[in-house]
């Protein structure tokens, strides 16, 4: 179909290693938001983007976590130098209209193990 | 921080009706109820929201109390896939509106 999609579905990195995580939003979306979401809780928010402007980066936990969406599609969440405690998933999700007013849709998420 | 409150879980029997209640006592005039759905491995799912007015559609119905503190999800014929965890959010509308997840509620659909 055409949703969300995001890769890779899961990734095992050691500690101190860079990792990057893609996200193929559906075409035509103009926002496009990030989430983590650790073992038991609910997702929380990271970052927004409408079309290739990152508009809200005040989620984002620490200058190790770096988002871009360089020509407003697929967007790309880098973490360098990861710790135990970015073990999560992390969520995509993307909607119709500028400022996320409308519903969003998610991909299915990318499971990060930080060993 | 989240705005809602929610019972952590519930459970009801394949074929009745789940209803699963929110508190947003300190909601905001321009602030609307949505709600979302999360199944297991899976990122959320739509289903519903609203201002004022009690809304339905193919998946759910949404009972909001007059005074907006409270609202009502009602899956009117639960089945076995409507099991999962049930997020009530309170957001406002425009530029950069973020979803503000709280715990949710659990909901166990049993045979």
């Known amino acids: 179909g055409a949703g969300v999609s995001q890769s890779p579905r899961y990734k095992v990195a050691k500690r101190g290693q860079d990792v990057a995580l893609r996200c193929d939003p559906i075409?035509?979306?103009?926002?496009l938001f990030w989430y983590q979401q650790a073992l038991g809780q609910g997702p929380e928010f990271l970052t927004y983007?409408?079309?290739?402007?990152?508009?809200?980066k005040s989620g984002l936990p620490s200058d190790r976590f770096f988002a871009e969406r360089p020509e407003g599609s697929v967007s790309t969440l880098k973490i360098q130098r990861t710790q135990q405690e970015d073990s999560a998933v992390y969520l995509c999700?993307?909607?119709?209209?500028?400022?996320?007013?409308?519903?969003?849709?998610f991909g299915p998420g990318t499971r990060l193990t930080v060993l | 921080d989240a705005k809602t409150t929610q019972p952590p879980s519930m459970d009801c029997a394949e074929g009745r009706a789940a209803n699963l209640p929110c508190n947003h006592s300190?909601?905001?005039?321009?602030?609307?109820v949505y709600w979302y759905r999360q199944i297991h491995s899976q990122g959320p799912q739509y289903i519903i929201h609203?201002?004022?007015n009690n809304e339905t559609n193919e998946m759910a119905s949404l009972i909001i109390t007059e005074d907006r503190k409270s609202s009502t999800l009602i899956l009117p014929h639960a089945t076995l896939r409507d099991t999962a965890v049930y997020y009530c959010?309170?957001?406002?509308?425009?530029?950069?509106?973020?979803?503000?997840f709280g715990k949710g509620i659990t909901l166990s659909v049993r045979p």
């Open positions: 999700a993307s909607s119709l209209a500028a400022g996320g007013s409308n519903e969003q849709f």
């Open positions: 075409s035509g979306h103009v926002s």
């Open positions: 983007f409408q079309n290739e402007a990152q508009l809200d």
């Open positions: 300190t909601i905001s005039g321009n602030e609307y």
């Open positions: 609203g201002l004022k």
């Open positions: 959010i309170v957001r406002a509308a425009g530029a950069n509106s973020k979803l503000t």
